[in-house]
């Protein structure tokens, strides 16, 4: 007989409790206890279930006989995505993409089912009806004869089409929508979700057909639902940026079948996400004439080079308290490079506002940035122009001394690649290094004086 018994879970993070908690221990987030009806059927023990002969089991298989065909990868028709899920998709894997709403999720989902055309699709969405999905579509342009559209919140039903359509690939829009009988919990609560999940990943698993999960982000950035979520897929991919400006990346944040530094950069337009393949070109504006504050940094994003236009704007404080802003950057690490400057090289920063900007609405937390951060705040301070012809790769240790930062060698390529006729890098950074297979002049420095004095002279 099956006997009814509920839990109390934390819808921040998925932690349980038999009674109802003001805070969760675990994440620390207030009122986030919802009682849940988990039914228990009363299960087999451990000793019956090996017992039980008519129970299909899998052998252990001795691992050189394992038979391994990595080229079965499905392509979606996009390099960027391609990329990011290490080299296409794996049949049978399960994939979590998470973002904030209204972040282009669905557009890049429907996108990539459009796209595969050979590939038979089957798009399930709890959020929209097929009439806005359609509408979609038109603006993606819809050229697609293995498509197909499903509006179902239930997941049973939506299992029961897939068995009958045998797809190829099958995307759910989003976990958070779906619903199956099993369990009593509500729409969108952490058992439903983890219900859901798990039957879709022994579908992905039985069929060997790929699942795509769309996943709703909680206001820290986390994927909405419990932890146990991202342990249960195999790939996590998270759609980021600021949803005012055009540029979206879709980072990995998990993979069991590639590397989790890969990413892919895409530009939202009113046809939809276009793949961005040169990122540094649309990152860093065209300037005319002379601009001070504008430094350009040659970053990492995952494996990728990146050429970023950091912008600075220092100004005399008119109230008391001088401001310190910054988008796309730790205002931390801010403040400790201001530290530097004032007390290392004596710049009077301290009665100045100051405002940092990584255009392009990209976010970075590359120490190697600071080197143009400092370059440019002292340009701005000082109404100096920076050449547009120069740019800068190193990290500004508290002493002012300038350090090494990782794969110098490719961020150098990039920067000549693009044109840049100067790069400041940290001394440590070159030993060894034939600086002259590179087409752009390399200007090596240990300390931020010695750089700012041949820079700004
Ligand atoms: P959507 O995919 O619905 O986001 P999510 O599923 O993550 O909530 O995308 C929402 C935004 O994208 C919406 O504000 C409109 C914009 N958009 C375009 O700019 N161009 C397009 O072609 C499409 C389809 C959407
Ligand atoms: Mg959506």
Request: aromatic share 6%.
């Amino acid at each position: 007989m099956a006997k009814t018994k509920t839990t109390f879970y934390c819808q921040n993070c998925g932690a349980n409790s038999p009674k109802w908690l003001g805070k969760c221990p675990a994440c620390g987030e207030w009122n986030t206890y919802v009682e849940e009806v988990v039914s228990k059927s009363s299960s087999a023990s451990e000793k019956e279930v090996w017992q039980d002969e008519s129970r299909k089991r899998n052998k252990p298989t001795k691992i050189q006989e394992l038979q391994f065909d990595n080229h079965r990868r499905i392509e979606t028709g996009s390099g960027e995505l391609d990329r990011t899920l290490g080299g296409g998709i794996v049949p049978g894997s399960l994939v979590l993409i998470g973002g904030e709403p209204g972040i282009g999720k669905s557009t890049l989902l429907l996108q990539m089912a459009i796209q595969m055309k050979t590939v038979k699709t089957l798009y399930a969405s709890g959020e929209e009806s097929l009439e806005q999905i359609r509408m979609r579509a038109e603006r993606i342009g819809i050229d697609a004869e293995n498509c197909y559209l499903l509006a179902e919140t239930a997941l049973s039903d939506i299992l029961t089409h897939a068995a009958q359509l045998k797809p190829d690939v099958l995307i759910i829009d989003s976990i958070q929508t779906l619903y199956t009988d099993n369990i009593e919990a509500s729409v969108g609560s952490i058992s439903q979700v983890r219900e859901c999940t798990g039957k879709l990943m022994k579908y992905a698993k039985q069929t060997n057909v790929p699942v795509f999960l769309i996943g709703h982000v909680n206001k820290d950035g986390a994927i909405a639902g419990p932890k146990v979520l991202e342990h249960m897929v195999d790939t996590v991919l998270q759609f980021e940026g600021d949803r005012h400006l055009s540029y979206r990346i879709l980072r990995t944040s998990k993979n069991r079948f590639g590397s989790t530094s890969e990413l892919g950069i895409y530009e939202m337009r009113e046809s939809g996400l276009r793949e961005v393949t040169n990122p540094s070109e649309v990152l860093i504006s065209p300037r005319e004439g002379f601009l001070s504050g504008v430094a350009i940094g040659a970053t990492l994003e995952g494996n990728r080079p990146l050429l970023i236009e950091v912008q600075s704007l220092v100004s005399p404080a008119t109230y008391g308290n001088p401001q310190r802003s910054t988008t796309g950057f730790d205002v931390k690490r801010l403040n400790m490079l201001l530290a530097v400057l004032e007390k290392r090289l004596g710049i009077r920063l301290s009665a100045q506002d100051i405002f940092l900007n990584m255009a392009g609405g990209i976010k970075v937390n590359d120490p190697a940035l600071d080197l143009s951060i400092c370059a440019g705040i002292y340009s701005s301070f000082d109404d100096i122009a920076i050449p547009s012809s120069i740019c800068f790769s190193a990290e500004v240790g508290l002493g002012g001394e300038i350090r090494a930062v990782n794969r110098i060698e490719s961020r150098i390529t990039e920067a000549a690649r693009l044109g840049f006729s100067q790069i400041y890098v940290s001394t440590h950074n070159i030993k060894g290094v034939d600086l002259s297979k590179f087409d752009i002049e390399v200007k090596a420095f240990s300390k931020l004086a010695d750089a700012f004095a041949d820079l700004f002279n």
